[in-house]
C-alpha cells in the first residue's frame, strides 16, 4: 500500500475522567500542540464513549469534557485550526467500531496489557465496553484516515492493535482502503512516573493525589507534591547513564527537560552536582511557570460554558464532513444496502 494516498492527519484523543495532569500534558497534550501547523490536518477529541467503560457519574462525565475541552484549548489548541470535540457527538465513532468488532479478535484484545491491569481479577464483572476499548480507539483513528497518532507510551499496544484491524479489514475485503497508521511516541516524557514511586506511571486513578501534578494544582501545591517527591540521597549526575537504577531521578530530570524544551543530556550538563535540595526548587519554578498560565487560563474558560459547548457542536459538525463519507465507503465495501446514496 502507498501511504502517500493519505491526507497527512493527526488524530488523538484523552478520556474526560478526572483530572487531566502533568502526565497528560507532557505525554500528549503538549505535543498535539507541537503537531498542529501547516503539515498536518489535527483532529483532537475528548473520548466520554472511552471514559463510560468504567463508571462515571454523568454531572463528572458533563464537567470532565467540559473542562478537558479547556485544558486543550489554555495549552494552545486552537479551535479554528484544529478540530476539536467529544466523541460522542460523531456517531460515525461508534458506528465503526462495531464493523471493526467483527474484524478483531476475541484473542487480540485478550492480549491487551490495559484490558488486563484495568479489570484486574474480577474480569467477569468488568463490563463489555472495556474489553471493547481498543476496538473503538482504532475506529477513533482510522474513521478519519489519520496518518499519524501521537500519545504517550502507555498507548503504543491499542496502536499496534490498530495497525492489525486496519491490516486485516484491508485483506479480508481486498482492498486498500484503511492507512496504517504510525505512532508518534517521541520526546522526554512519553512515561511520565508518579512522584511518590518511579516504578509507576503519573495516573489520574492513583490514589495519592502526591503521586501527580494536576493541571489544576495552584503553585503552592506544585511546590509541596514537588519537594516532597520521592528521590534518593545520591547528587545528581552530570552525564545520562548516571540516571540507571535511579528511577525517581530519572522521572524529575525528564519532567524538567519535557516543561524546558531540552533533552536529558542538557539538563544534566546544566545542574550535574547539584542535591535535589537545590534541584527541587528549580523544577518547581519551572512547573509553575509553565503550567500556572495554563490552569488560570482553564479556570477562565470554564467560566464560559456557552462557549466550550459552541466550540465542541462546531467541531463535530467539522469532524462529521470527514467520518461520514469514510463510514459510507466502509459500508460499501462490507456490503450493506443503501450505503453511500444519501
Ligand atoms: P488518558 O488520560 O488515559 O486518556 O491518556 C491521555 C493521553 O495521555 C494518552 O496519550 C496517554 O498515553 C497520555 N498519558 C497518560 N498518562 C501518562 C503519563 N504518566 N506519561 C506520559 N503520557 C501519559
Ligand atoms: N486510549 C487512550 C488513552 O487512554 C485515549 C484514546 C481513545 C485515544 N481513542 C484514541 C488516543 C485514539 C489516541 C487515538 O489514553
Not at 491526507?7 to 497534550?29: D, E
Not at 497508521?181 to 509507576?200: C, F, H, N, Q
Not at 511546590?223 to 540516571?243: M, Q
Not at 550538563?269 to 519554578?285: I, N, R, S, T, Y
Amino acid at each position: 500500500m502507498t501511504e502517500t494516498q493519505f491526507t497527512p492527519r493527526v488524530f488523538s484523543g484523552i478520556q474526560p475522567s478526572g483530572n487531566l495532569h502533568l502526565g497528560n500534558y507532557l505525554g500528549a497534550l503538549k505535543r498535539f500542540v507541537d503537531m498542529q501547523g501547516p503539515e498536518f490536518q489535527t483532529v483532537y477529541c475528548m473520548v466520554d464513549l472511552h471514559a463510560i467503560t468504567t463508571w462515571q457519574d454523568p454531572k463528572d462525565l458533563a464537567h470532565s469534557t467540559r473542562e478537558l475541552c479547556a485544558g486543550f484549548i489554555a495549552a494552545g489548541i486552537d479551535p479554528e485550526h484544529s478540530i476539536l470535540f467529544n466523541q460522542s457527538q460523531v456517531p460515525e465513532h461508534a458506528q465503526l467500531a462495531w464493523v471493526f468488532n467483527c474484524v478483531a479478535r476475541m484473542g487480540w484484545m485478550q492480549r491487551m496489557t490495559q484490558w488486563k491491569d484495568k479489570a484486574g481479577k474480577n474480569q467477569q464483572n468488568a463490563s463489555l465496553g472495556l474489553f471493547a476499548y481498543p476496538s473503538l480507539m482504532a475506529a477513533d483513528i482510522l474513521i478519519y484516515h489519520a496518518t499519524h497518532v501521537p500519545v504517550g507510551d502507555d498507548q503504543k499496544q491499542h496502536l499496534e492493535l490498530t495497525r492489525d484491524i486496519a491490516i486485516k479489514f484491508n485483506n479480508d475485503f481486498g482492498v486498500d482502503f484503511f492507512p496504517i497508521t504510525e505512532p508518534v511516541i517521541e520526546g522526554t516524557a512519553t512515561r511520565v512516573m508518579s512522584l511518590r514511586d518511579g516504578s509507576k506511571k503519573m495516573s489520574k486513578s492513583d490514589t495519592s493525589d502526591m503521586s501527580r501534578i494536576n493541571m489544576t494544582d495552584d503553585a503552592d501545591a506544585i511546590a509541596k507534591k514537588i519537594r516532597k517527591a520521592k528521590t534518593d540521597p545520591d547528587a545528581l549526575p552530570s552525564e545520562i547513564d548516571g540516571l540507571e537504577d535511579r528511577p525517581e531521578a530519572r522521572n524529575l530530570v525528564n519532567i524538567y527537560a519535557a516543561l524546558n524544551d531540552q533533552t536529558a543530556e542538557q539538563v544534566l550538563a546544566d545542574v550535574g552536582g547539584k542535591q535535589f535540595g537545590d534541584f527541587k526548587p528549580m523544577l518547581a519554578e519551572l512547573a509553575v511557570e509553565k503550567l500556572s498560565p495554563i490552569s488560570s487560563e482553564m479556570a477562565r474558560l470554564m467560566g464560559e460554558e456557552a462557549e466550550i459547548d459552541q466550540i465542541l457542536a462546531r467541531g463535530a459538525e467539522r469532524a462529521r464532513t470527514i467520518a461520514s463519507p469514510i463510514l459510507q465507503k466502509t459500508y460499501e465495501i462490507v456490503g450493506m444496502v443503501g450505503a453511500g446514496k444519501s
